[in-house]
């Protein structure tokens, strides 16, 4: 494999990490169809613990076996695929060395109850990823949560762990919980904000909802205000959010976010390249889709991601 | 051992794991007289600590001694043994080899409170299992629960542990606490969410009770409507909770549930096989008769599997 | 040292345990005057901690002494002598090889608050027991407790730590907390319920209470009046709660009790003897009194347990 | 490098710390403009944990980027760099020796909820400390704090860790929580308390806020009067704290506080000069300025200490 | 060094420990002017801590340099010097092999609010004293605290460390917390029981506050009356701390209490010394004064343990 410049250009802001490391992201950056272009597309699929089988998989049965996703992810020329560990193994060896794989370590689920320090399950570890051939591991925190130091402290353990055995580092970075509103958690400032701390707690790629216009602490919104941060459109907060990111040193998808019409999403995915992210995450939009449907979407994003749509 | 070409099929959804795993899959799966027909038998008997010893053994006392147990699971030629620590070790080294065991790493009782965050104690440990020569280790979840994500945790560490020394892993997923309400823990939706999550968690043998009817989530109720999914017999809700667990990829196990009479069980034995389960586990209904009894119970119900009954 | 029949049966029960086990285990039950007999009467001082130093030996001020405790022992001719960490370490060289002593590992002492949560704390380590050169370990559960679960995964922990070492595991089960009733605590139900899951847990010795008439849990009266379990008399109880504790393949000891007359005690031990219990572990009765009464005492137990008296 | 006989006379007061240890202050005592005057001035950067990015950068855009703030330190000729692991992550190969570093191993943000137990999420470990070659860790305790003493103990063991390692100990000793009152947490009593705990917890450098006229504790007050401690001057009240940490044979630095206008600023840094203290951190007067305007700032700051201002 | 008869005959109660831990008891008991008399004068400064460095230094200002304890403890001719990790690490290389030291290994302070849990911050270990070449380890409990399990726990862990590396072990108990009265904290009753426990726990030598008449526990009171323990003279109670220290077995010193007068505190200490208990540890009343007041104190307090004054 002969890494392109522009992914050499990513590798580089990746300065302090070991030849192990930088040839996972590079395994992801290089893979698919958008393998060199500096963007990427990953499918995730942790609906299961999420919202459960029916939920997930009903729409489009054959999701229900764990070699579909692999076989879509694949088809379709994504740039990885993250789960957790159950539907990991269902395919990893059918499939290793097919695609680069992220395991999700934690995960919540329906039948846990709402509270102010919402958190997750520590489903797997990084010695799991390692025996499965992950690329990666994957981690949720919930910025806000009264939970949030506890997660911050085992990603920290855990992605130190991960680095020291050559894997990779992605974090969904969700804010939720504490005093936070339900506007806020995906308030611009927030969102930003949650971005920022993923790339301070050492992430290598960092996922975030796409931001909305609102800004959800005063005193953030002061700043806002007086500096004139551009927040007016979708592009314009997505560039504040990667600019949060080390201006621009570290890789940031965007989730797809609520289920949408096409359009909409297509939409959305032109303002993420426009603003200057790295690509998306978009997970229920696919697989609860006929296959078919599925692949001529995913055509589609990964043709606005090589700006041709 | 010549492993059969249907427990070949099974255990190639075990794809990720190591020889020794599927070693000992296999040693379950090719036991006693369902042995090679991918069906299986299982006799737990975890009621001491749960009901404590007279409810559980005094109706048919022989049934005190841990070599009882033993025995009737051989005599009745089932596939395997599953129970606590000081159970096995009690017969282990005079049955060593005569059919394959369980060790239960956790355990509730009746001498506890009834919590919003019900949970068990975990009693033993995956060198246990290796130093009683046990075939697999198992553990109860109860999703739902407050305590639910730490249970997960603990089982993602045992599971991780066991599989690296060659042992396969049986989740027993009990939906209670929390939340939940008392016919929502045996409510179709909330029993394929259970399986899943179990299957999610890297269980090779899953094991839940026989859904009912109800759905207890709203969300899912709505999925379930809409996607037109079959739980009018039980046989169908076998199915459904077969398939949430990737598709057939994994064992799935159903428990006895309430006492009943003898046809009942009979029925839902036969419901278990129509809906394309793997087999049953079935404890308190099988020690708590004369041994006479429940040999001639538990060869109908093998028989009922072989498709004679 | 050659191992009696009796002992040698009594072992076979230990069928799981390494050969360093089985030997300490021997070690306590050929030692003393009812060495070979099967029967053991042990000597518990760990009532510094319970009541603090003056309740306990004020009554009887050389008692006060560690090296007291281990010389009355010898000199009763008793099997085996059981105390906290400080207790043993003050006698164990001048007495090594003398007689078995087993290391107490947890206590709880009068100074903590009654809560529904009762516990202990632990002051000692397997290692300790190694160091001072003890045939077993001793450990105390609270089932009932709220932290009952919490005590259950710390005897797991260091069972199988010490069973690695060849130490034999004594566990004290003392139901209380929760919502179990006064008298509840001492209910034969409960007895024997908690008797069983000290069995579970993997103990070589099980301690418990004499258990009285009394039934505390509704769904256990229902079994016994059904099942016609007879706990009209001590005996009768004793030989319930040794049936529960796997058919008498795990040795069975009681405490004295209450502070009692001699007459009262030495009807109770010959109970405990003819409901087929191993023996007696006989602490405050024995040194809070001048040592030639203790000694006169202990020998007519003695000799109650030869079937002399 | 000669370390010069100034910063000897400060090593000295580290008696018992092995050469690694020493040799890393001396990193930093002997770089930059102040290097071998026995004064320090530290840039830290973890403002993006505690007010988020936007607040902390967006005055100043081009310090969203880690590079940014190893370069100003450098081109100011600042005695070290601290920062939260990505941060330092970001720029550590770029600037490897160019500069000592100190990695924070925990940090606050402003999306946690204010608590009578403030503490802060840990985010990184000494063996990053060392992976990323930095000279020494950073840990934040909040004495008052319900999390206090948990706090310390882990700062206690990560300092064990890192002196083994020849890693230098940095703490930031900021009283909150619990029962201070909001000016309690300047005040005189407080600060000197917290300094003191500090250096009793072993750390090489120790960073308190510059303390007010304030004291908090009426057992303390008697005997600031009773002594006639002098605290009517800043300098003052610096030379009381210098005191405090063990008569001078630590280093102390202090913290800029709120942003006030530059002569404000420059005053407070006579007055810790004057007061015999070590030097300053100086973060957000530092990077939230044109970098002309923060060079031209730390430039008089550092004349102030080299007695030239 | 050769041991004196008198030391001999106290290490011979430490039967168990192993020589290294013999020898660091014989390096305390053999220095100093009361060195080879089994009687030691201990000075413990961890009033930092306790109540900040004004309350505790300024009486005194040459005190806020650890030094000048170091030199006060050899001038004075003291057995041992006592201290927190920051005080010990300054002055460790200075006065190696000038004067045994025990490292205070945990330590509560003044910011902390009171509860009905109080305990203490751990912020040292083991392998911190080995480090400073200490005698010994030291560590404060609780008994009565909701948190008195944790600390036994914690020091029960400690010790075993210690001792395995040939330390000696001190142990400060300190009723408090829980149902205790405050006149209870220092009743004889409570004080014998926490000086004992503290001999179950392990420790080698044993610091207790001097006990009141005052009895607390019902249960206790009645036996003090039956047994007719005496109590009436501070000596008296002194002789019956020490029979609760396993008869005479255990080193056990007291500290001088609340600050008096001197006559009070010389009076204190010869009942101390005629209830047969091995000496004094003193702080506060030692370092808050000018240092020639100090030595002169201290010298009449070693002649009292001489016999002389």
Redesign the interface.
């Given at each position: 494999m002969r890494v392109s410049e522009q992914v050499k250009r990513i590798l580089d802001?990746?300065?302090?990490?070991n030849p192990g490391t930088k040839a996972n992201l590079a395994r992801i950056l290089m893979h698919g169809r958008l393998g060199g272009s500096g963007k990427l597309v990953i499918l995730p699929v942790d609906q299961?613990?999420e919202?459960?089988?029916?939920?997930s998989f009903?729409?489009n049965?054959?999701a229900?076996?764990?070699h579909y996703h692999y076989q879509l992810a694949i088809d379709a020329g994504l740039s990885a695929y993250a789960a957790?560990?159950?539907?990991?193994?269902?395919?990893?060896?059918?499939f290793a060395g097919a695609i680069p794989t992220i395991l999700k370590l934690n995960?919540a689920?329906?039948?846990?109850?709402a509270k102010e320090a919402p958190?997750?399950?520590?489903?797997?570890?990084v010695?799991?990823a390692l025996?499965?051939g992950c690329a990666a591991i994957g981690y949720t925190i919930y910025?806000?949560s009264?939970a949030?130091?506890?997660m911050?402290?085992d990603i920290?353990?855990l992605a130190?762990e991960a680095k020291?055995y050559g894997l990779a580092v992605v974090i969904w970075s969700y804010?939720r919980g504490?005093?936070?509103s339900k506007p806020g958690e995906t308030a611009v400032?927030?969102c930003?904000?949650a971005a920022?701390?993923a790339?301070?707690?050492?992430?290598h790629i960092i996922k975030v909802k796409p931001p909305t216009e609102h800004l959800e602490?005063e005193?953030?919104k002061k700043?806002?205000e007086a500096?004139k941060?551009d927040v007016r459109t979708l592009a314009a907060r997505v560039r504040?959010v990667v600019?949060?990111c080390?201006?621009g040193?570290r890789i940031v998808v965007f989730s797809g976010g609520e289920a949408k019409d096409l359009d909409g999403l297509f939409n959305e995915v032109r303002a993420i390249r426009d603003g200057g992210a790295n690509g998306s995450i978009i997970g229920r939009n696919t697989f609860q889709r006929p296959k078919e449907d599925a692949l001529k979407m995913l055509d589609t994003i990964i043709q606005i991601y090589q700006g041709k749509a």
């Open positions: 802001g990746y300065e302090s990490d299961g613990f919202h459960g089988p029916a939920r009903a729409p049965p054959p229900y076996d764990p957790p560990l159950g539907f990991l193994e269902g395919g990893a060896s059918t995960s689920n329906s039948l846990a109850r958190s997750q399950a520590i489903t797997a570890g010695k799991d025996r499965l910025p806000g009264d949030a130091y506890d911050m402290h920290a353990e130190r020291s804010p504490g005093n936070l400032d927030i930003a904000y920022h701390m790339a301070l707690l050492g992430a602490l005193a953030a700043v806002y500096q941060i504040h600019q949060s080390f201006a040193r």
